[in-house]
């Protein structure tokens, strides 16, 4: 079983940067992992934000952080990133780190169904 654990959350004024790291531990997720991140803000259900694949390294954005928001990983460090850049007051929420063993696609990608291991998250908080 894999466990994840974000990090990197805080309070940011708009326009401003913060990179959003994800530990996995209990087995290495290089290999045979899909990627995400997720979140979900006050009263809203949790939406897809980013995904990379595990093998070409392929990513996938939600159309309202694209541009501004990076996917990578550090398979050395068992890693996962999520580098946000410009935010602004609506990216604000709690985001989760999630990964799984299936293929996405670009049809499929943003299905939390997709994703067995989930992180507890970290909340993002974004002044205007």
């Known amino acids: 079983q894999v466990q994840l654990a974000e990090s990197g959350g805080g309070l940011v004024q708009a326009g401003g940067s913060l990179r959003l790291s994800c530990a996995a531990s209990?087995?290495?997720?290089?290999?045979?992992?899909?990627k995400a991140w997720f979140r979900q803000a006050p009263g809203k259900e949790r939406e897809a934000v980013a995904a990379?694949?595990?093998?070409?390294?392929?990513?996938y954005y939600a159309d309202s952080v694209k541009g501004r928001f990076t996917i990578s990983r550090d398979n050395r460090r068992n890693t996962v990133y999520l580098q946000m850049n410009s935010l602004k007051p609506e990216d604000t929420a709690v985001y989760y780190c999630?990964?799984?063993?299936?293929?996405?696609?670009?049809?499929?990608?943003?299905?939390?169904?997709?994703?067995?291991?989930w992180g507890q998250g970290t909340q993002l908080t974004v002044s205007s």
């Open positions: 990379i694949t595990w093998n070409s390294g392929r990513t």
């Open positions: 999630a990964v799984g063993s299936r293929t996405i696609l670009d049809s499929n990608w943003s299905d939390l169904d997709l994703y067995g291991n």
């Open positions: 209990g087995r290495t997720i290089s290999t045979y992992y899909s």
